[in-house]
């Protein structure tokens, strides 16, 4: 089974810009969650997917946004870049079957934001 | 709030010596403890994880964890580091109520010395 996949590996964008990044899960997987890693916060959840529908959110402001299509790919959008959006961007996918599903990662987009 | 406390940022070791990376965390629900590994310029790999039964958790690599719930503490060991384990290692907590969210330490950098 091909692993969790995500495009573009790097970006390089400046501020005012936005950007689109891209997470395709292992196939049979419906969860789809998004991390933000940077050396000074650490990971930090921003959002979880589950058959197209948000179901988890965590404390980002407005400009981060995502969505799931019905294939379970996912994209998340960034507007309006400032310099503290440079960050390894993670995804994970899952299958979401009870009692836990582990979460799968991907090997993330490298965002530097100018 | 829910929180993962890593106690060192930083552990040095000479190869073959023992090594504990230690991990504590608050919760006030019933939660899943997970330990990650992550190499350079790659996402996160799940080393280990605890979701209910024997408190004493292994990874196929070597690598041990124990789960305490009265000191809320599931330290990761090893008896015998190799080179190849320097890597940055993350422990983790999912809350049952919460999906697709899981809850980081700020991570150990782990430097085995030759």
């Known amino acids: 089974k091909a692993g969790v996949t995500q495009t573009p590996r790097y970006l390089i964008k400046t501020r005012g810009q936005q950007v689109t990044l891209s997470c395709s899960p292992i196939?049979?997987?419906?969860?789809v969650s998004w991390y933000q890693q940077t050396p000074g916060q650490g990971l930090q959840f921003l959002f979880e997917y589950f058959s197209e529908t948000q179901r988890n959110k965590g404390n980002f402001p407005g400009r981060f946004s995502g969505r799931q299509f019905s294939n379970s790919r996912s994209e998340m959008n960034v507007s309006t870049l400032e310099l503290g959006d440079s960050a390894l961007y993670l995804c994970?996918?899952?299958?979401?079957?009870?009692?836990?599903?582990?979460?799968?990662f991907g090997p993330g987009t490298r965002l530097t934001v100018l | 709030a829910q929180s993962v406390t890593q106690l060192d940022s930083q552990v040095p070791v000479f190869e073959e010596a023992p090594v504990e990376l230690r991990c504590n965390y608050s919760?006030?629900?019933?939660?899943?403890l997970f330990w990650y590994v992550q190499y350079p310029n790659q996402g996160l790999q799940l080393l280990l994880k605890y979701l209910s039964g024997s408190t004493l958790v292994e990874s196929i690599n070597g690598f041990e964890a124990e789960f305490n719930k009265s000191q809320t503490s599931f330290h990761l060991r090893k008896p015998s580091v190799h080179i190849s384990d320097t890597a940055e290692y993350f422990c983790a907590v999912y809350l049952l109520s919460n999906t697709g969210k899981l809850i980081f330490g700020q991570g150990t950098t782990l430097q085995v010395k030759p």
């Open positions: 994970a996918s899952s299958t979401d079957r009870p009692p836990y599903n582990e979460q799968f």
């Open positions: 919760s006030s629900v019933s939660v899943y």
């Open positions: 196939s049979g997987h419906r969860s």
